[in-house]
Antibody, heavy 126, light 107 residues
């Protein structure tokens, strides 16, 4: 059974930084693209970032580009999201998810999310 | 970015009834559309990928259809555990986008 466990969420002031982690088990981590999806309180889902299997291709949504960086450590089966220059609008539950894709139009930024963690809460407020 | 519009925003039905949720894309996404179910306090769960393929372990009462700009998620006969929020998601064009969600509530 695939398990994804996020950590690192916290209350942080605007302009601050956080690093989220996601430890994966029950899968060969290095065989999969991975991603982060967030959900603001009471709102819908927003894709944040994806990363390819070896960590060399990274994709982020424009609203966090230049501030958030996705990375991975395949030796430790861990996915990361470094979040800098945080804003109030970044307040959300951040989910780690496995990306899957078959058939056409498969790129590391594309795919669907077939396994999810339970999320870690980031609150940006003074 | 491709905007996905779901309708209705809220659907009130009784167990045993048929549910139909629509997702419309502003431009064609071919068949690159997925559906998720989310219950309160839980992570989303993949139901359907690439418009009509049921994910592993998803009951046959969930069916996805459509292509291009118009898609439908149908639940043939509602079970009590199906009352939740449903989201569509496209992977045709960067960035990945989600619909705003449809809340399926018990009437």
């Amino acid at each position: 059974e695939v398990q994804l466990v996020e950590s690192g969420g916290d209350l942080v002031q605007p302009g601050g930084s956080l690093r989220l982690s996601c430890i994966a088990s029950g899968l060969t981590f290095s065989n999969y693209w991975m991603g982060w999806v967030r959900q603001a309180p009471g709102k819908g889902l927003e894709w944040v970032a994806n990363i390819n299997k070896d960590g060399n291709d990274k994709y982020t949504v424009d609203s966090v580009k230049g501030r958030f960086t996705i990375s991975r450590d395949n030796a430790d089966s861990t996915l990361y999201l470094q979040m800098n220059s945080l804003r109030a609008e970044d307040t959300a539950l951040y989910y780690c998810a496995r990306v899957q894709c078959t058939g056409g139009n498969c790129y590391p930024w594309s795919g669907w999310f077939d396994s999810w963690g339970q999320g870690t809460l980031v609150t940006v407020s003074s | 970015e491709i905007v996905l519009t779901q309708s209705p925003a809220t659907l009130s039905l009784s167990p045993g009834e048929r549910a139909t949720v629509s997702c419309r894309a502003r431009q064609s996404v071919s068949n690159y559309l997925a559906w998720y179910q989310q219950k309160p306090g839980q992570a989303p769960r993949l139901l359907i990928y690439d418009a009509s393929n049921r994910a592993t372990g998803i009951p046959a009462r969930f069916t996805g259809s459509g292509s291009g700009t118009d898609f439908t998620l149908t639940i043939s006969s509602l079970e009590p555990e199906d009352f939740a929020v449903y989201y569509c998601q496209q992977r045709s064009n960067w960035p990945i986008t989600f619909g705003q969600g449809t809340r399926l509530e018990i009437k």
